[in-house]
């Protein structure tokens, strides 16, 4: 069994309002029973919500970011820097997930400034790859997937300062996923990616995300190179966000 520590993200994108968060929390917290012992437990609510959630209580859960800005500060209005995420008590963030890279048009670079802000500010990165239906329906989804890597990575890459997260678009949101084999063999490209650039590709968590489900969420964490899960629309249910935990191997 590998010695990585499973993750489940939640990431809530555009979605609650103060009370709507708090009471999700509650009834986690009250779930979970206490900070689970088996994964790390990490909710990435919208900025406005950083506040109010951890004036709730930490309830033994990890914050982070849905995404941050390349500088610390500056005229860049709408934005907000790493720095700020990691004052309003986020330990992670978001970069490179797909519907930024889509809706607003960043690139690879970007994501690696990105990155590397993130780095700066002392958050983890989690670092989002992954292809379109038409580029695998081409044959290039792991082209693609080492690309964005290659790209978006950050210079100083390690397994304390950066997550990757593997989400094929077009299963994010659509109730598709890939088959377990497909899941795998992308996973195991992505490692053997991390090791090519690190030489410490076994100390890197790898995480899922698209579509994953609590009647799918223990076939696919199961998977060996398959270390948690970045989940969108279920981690906005209690129930099911807590079932996809209670999945993680070792609980």
Known sequence: ????????????????????????????????GGPPSHCDVVLCPP?????????AGRRGFGWGGQDCHAEANGAHTGDISAEMLRDAGCGHVIVGHSERRA???????????KAEAAQRAGLVAILCVGETEAERDAGDAEGVVVRQL?????????????????EPVWAIGTGRTPTLEEIAAMHGRIRAWLDE??????????????????????????????DGALVGGASLKAADFHAIIAACPGN
């Open 1 to 32: 069994m590998s010695d990585r520590r499973p993750m489940i993200a939640g990431n809530w994108k555009m979605n609650g309002l103060r009370e709507e968060a708090l009471a999700l929390i509650a009834d986690l917290a009250e779930r979970t």
């Open 197 to 226: 650039r690190t030489g410490q590709g076994a100390g890197f968590r790898i995480l899922y995300g698209g579509s994953v489900k609590p009647d799918n969420a223990a076939e696919i964490l199961a998977l060996a190179d398959v």
């Open 103 to 113: 809706d607003h048009g960043e690139t690879d670079a970007q994501v690696r400034a």
């Open 150 to 166: 290659a790209g978006s990575a950050p210079s100083a890459l390690a397994p304390e300062t950066a997550i990757i997260a593997y």
């Open 47 to 55: 900025a406005t919500l950083l506040h109010a959630v951890d004036g």
